[in-house]
Nanobody
Framework: QVQLVESGGGLVQPGGSLRLSCAAS????????AGWYRQAPGKQRELVAS???????NYADSVRGRFTISRHNANNTVYLQMNSLKPDDTAVYYC??????????WGQGTQVTVSS
């Protein structure tokens, strides 16, 4: 079992920045890939960024160059640094991980609102 707890969401003006954190606990040694997804009202949940245990990253086209995912094994935390935020980035952001046994876990979500 893996538990994920997100933090760092909030209200920010267009062009601003936020950093999301996802703290993992439990069987963290088994995590293969960690990532961030988001879901806006009336839309499907979509992948924002992911990072493997080896450090390889993947980004949605809509956030590439603005968002950075990182993984700090010492404190079992995955971060999503979001810069140059746009109103279209408004969504609930979910932390996700997939273990080496292909089990998927989700956090509870954190709201990000980009508005003036």
């Amino acid at each position: 079992q893996v538990q994920l707890v997100e933090s760092g969401g909030g209200l920010v003006q267009p062009g601003g920045s936020l950093r999301l954190s996802c703290a993992a606990s439990g069987s963290i040694f088994s995590i293969a890939t960690a990532g961030w997804y988001r879901q806006a009202p009336g839309k499907q949940r979509e992948l924002v960024a992911s990072i493997t245990s080896g450090g390889s990253t993947n980004y949605a086209d809509s956030v590439r160059g603005r968002f950075t995912i990182s993984r700090h094994n010492a404190n079992n935390t995955v971060y999503l640094q979001m810069n140059s935020l746009k109103p279209d980035d408004t969504a609930v952001y979910y932390c996700n991980c997939v273990t080496i046994l292909y089990r998927t876990y989700w956090g509870q979500g954190t709201q990000v609102t980009v508005s003036s």
